[in-house]
């Protein structure tokens, strides 16, 4: 079969007819919280308290912060408040790769942080191995697996930078034309690479996190969204529906939702990503694609796709659009989006010929948070009594980790090796507010899409970006 000259685009290439059958019987619930093992909530905040640290925010990062606080000192009273429950948004419908990375790749940390690559990739490396030890200690049941990653190029301008990335590896090999592991007609070369890619079952490394957390001692309250923070003396108060808890520091872990902090409101959107998810499939059928291995896949477009097998080998399928909606607002509805579902399904047969026509059985998608560097920001606020950490832009699995222990150590005035970083004291540029984002976004998004399709040329407008330090992928 011939390579296209674009392998995917927002035009279908399959009878709409076709994806919709394969949809329409598809559980619009993520895949990895529709099952009856998830936890029931726990109670809310209610009354009035107090507590050493308070952390906002029940995902990866307020999670991890809550466990590693209780680590470092066992006597400290730590609360976590969540506005609905624990892993509902991102952290609990992520693709689940967990990468060491802590930049979102090399070429994005020599961008933004060209003095500090080295000590970074150590760093990502001391991290990825802290989550390891944290899950084998506390017996964690995530799925974990390190089975790596194959990065495909799906241009031709894409083969000769995998070529440098496998010559930059110590674990990477390049493949080409038919030595290809896995079998697609829109694959020109690729990359294998395992040191720091691993896989987890995403809501369950939430759930996992919960129980670590409880049985340290946290206490956790769901259902309990934060309304104001105040100042009382030299306490910061914490203002729910229905509570309020007093504490000398507090810890911000709400990613994309709008920050309780004016300073940072502009420092990350909210970017509206969507996957969908094959039925199991038969060894058969991974053996028509090749794909008998348990790495994950990237492929090499700005506007990419990201794809891994489950424990009961489905295919998840997700990324390529990236969908901002006027006003930055956050709504359940805009979890279900049919154009997107369509695209993914009709570029998964692109993809793989062989398993055209098989059935997807979930269709999900929610919000992500994005900054203008694609890595995360941390910072002090109050007079050092409020620390924040956010802008993962879907990063975040394994870097929260590491953005916990910053909060940490900011909230402690402690001066060490992550405080000291670029990262952890400089911003990414701002976002421009309404009505400027909304067109602003729309323009970038196709000057990426231009790019993909004109060889990886860029264009005038994300060359006038990246002066600024500002970056744009799906």
């Not at 290809?180 to 890619?197: C, H, M, Q, W």
């Not at 794909?291 to 489905?314: K, L, M």
């Not at 010929?353 to 920001?377: N, Y």
Request: aromatic residues 10%; proline residues 6%.
């Amino acid at each position: 079969m011939s390579i296209p000259p674009t392998a995917y685009s927002q035009q279908l290439k399959h009878p709409v007819s076709l994806l919709r059958n394969a949809l329409q019987d598809a559980s619009t619930t993520p895949f990895w919280l529709d099952t009856p093992d998830r936890p029931e909530p726990l109670p809310a905040l209610a009354g009035t308290g107090t507590a050493d640290l308070v952390v906002v925010g029940g995902g990866y990062c307020g999670l991890w912060t809550a466990l590693i606080a209780k680590e470092r000192d066992p006597q400290r009273d730590v609360v976590v408040v969540e506005a609905a429950e624990l892993g509902w948004a991102a952290s609990g419908r992520n693709g689940g790769f967990c990468e060491s990375s802590l930049t979102h790749g090399p070429e994005n940390g020599q961008r933004h942080f060209p003095n500090e690559v080295d000590v970074l990739d150590r760093l990502s490396l001391e991290n990825f191995a802290g989550l390891k030890a944290t899950i084998e200690h506390y017996s964690m049941d995530v799925e974990f697996e390190e089975t790596g990653v194959l990065l495909v190029a799906t241009e031709p301008h894409q083969v000769d930078g995998l070529r440098e990335t496998a010559a930059a590896g110590p674990d990477a090999t390049f493949y080409e034309g038919d030595d290809i592991p896995v079998k697609s007609p829109l694959y020109r070369a690729a990359v294998s690479e395992t040191a720091g890619f691993g896989f987890v079952h995403p809501a369950k490394l939430v759930w996992e996190l919960r129980r670590v957390c409880l049985e340290l001692g946290v206490r956790i309250f769901e259902k309990s969204p934060v309304r104001s923070l105040s100042h009382d003396g030299e306490l910061v108060v914490v203002t729910t529906l229905r509570g309020t808890v007093r504490a000398p520091k507090v810890a911000l872990a709400t990613n994309g939702f709008p920050s309780l902090l004016a300073r940072t409101r502009l420092l990350t959107m909210p970017i509206y990503d969507y996957a969908i998810m094959t039925e199991p499939l038969s060894r058969e059928q991974l053996e028509s694609i090749g794909w008998v291995a348990r790495h994950g896949i990237n492929d090499s477009s700005r506007e990419f796709h990201y794809y891994r097998r489950t424990a009961d080998d489905r295919i998840l399928f997700g990324g390529f659009d990236a969908i901002y909606h006027r006003g930055g607002r956050i709504r359940a509805d805009y979890d279900q989006r049919a154009e997107t579902f369509e695209l993914l399904a009709d570029h998964f047969y692109s993809t793989f010929p062989p398993l055209t026509g098989i059935r997807f059985s979930h269709k999900w998608g929610g919000m992500i948070d994005m900054s203008t560097q694609l890595v995360a920001f941390h910072g002090l606020a109050w007079g050092g009594r409020v620390a924040y950490s956010a802008g993962y832009t879907g990063l975040g699995v394994a870097a929260t980790r590491f953005g916990a222990e910053t909060m940490l150590d900011l909230l402690a005035g402690e001066k060490t090796e992550r405080t000291e970083l670029t990262w952890a004291k400089a911003h990414p540029f701002p976002i421009p507010p309404e009505p400027a984002r909304y067109p602003a976004i729309q323009l970038m998004r196709r000057a990426v899409a231009k790019s993909d399709a004109n060889g990886g040329k860029d264009g005038l407008l994300i060359k006038i970006a990246d002066k600024f330090g500002i970056g744009f992928d799906s």
